[in-house]
């Protein structure tokens, strides 16, 4: 299947979840993500799910991260530049709905990527080989580029791989995929 129809499958399979069953399955994915060999880490990015398109709900991750003293790094969309800024998490961060209904950062402690060791993805659909699918415009490619080699991305999904996506050059792949029910490792 090509991009376009598999963001138009998986927008439209999402839009079935009711919210109890993405905080339901956004707790299992959180639970799973235990299992992975990530935990001796430090800097950890996560994304802040935007509620109106049931993404998966990050609060439970972003428990477990704060429990073990991990340095948690949120970002800022520049929709004219198409790049994010990245923020460290703080209790006093203030964080804001932004025009598009992302949860972002106000300001704080700029942190660049290249210290960062594992980055939480967000994405539509993934396949067996570790190719994502986002919405399109690009932002995690163009971040995960300036992340370091050694840094692990992981997806977070409510579904089960596709069988073949197609990737493009510029496309970074996952090292891991959290679903509901497995843990995919790339």
């Known amino acids: ?110 942190v660049s990527p290249s210290q960062l060791e594992v980055v939480f993805v967000p994405l539509l659909a993934f396949d067996t080989k570790g190719n994502r699918i986002g919405y399109g415009k690009g932002f995690y490619d163009r971040f995960l580029a300036q992340c370091p080699e050694k840094c692990l991305k992981i997806g977070l999904s409510f579904f089960e791989a596709e069988e073949k996506i197609i990737h493009e050059f510029m496309d970074f792949p996952l090292d891991y995929c959290i679903t509901t029910k497995n843990v995919y490792s790339f």
């Open 1 to 110: 299947m090509d991009k376009a129809t598999l963001r138009k499958k998986y927008k439209s399979l999402r839009e079935e979840l009711s919210d109890s069953t993405v905080d339901d399955w956004s707790l299992l994915i959180a639970n799973q993500a235990l299992q992975l060999p990530i935990w001796d880490k430090t800097y950890y990015h996560i994304f802040l799910p935007i509620s109106e398109k049931k993404e998966v709900n990050t609060e439970y991750l972003l428990h477990i991260l704060q429990g073990r003293d991990k340095s948690v790094i949120v970002s800022k969309t520049n929709f004219e530049s198409l790049e994010l800024k990245h923020y460290l998490l703080q209790e006093n961060t203030e964080i804001r709905i932004s025009n598009y209904g992302i949860p972002e950062p106000v300001n704080g402690i700029e």
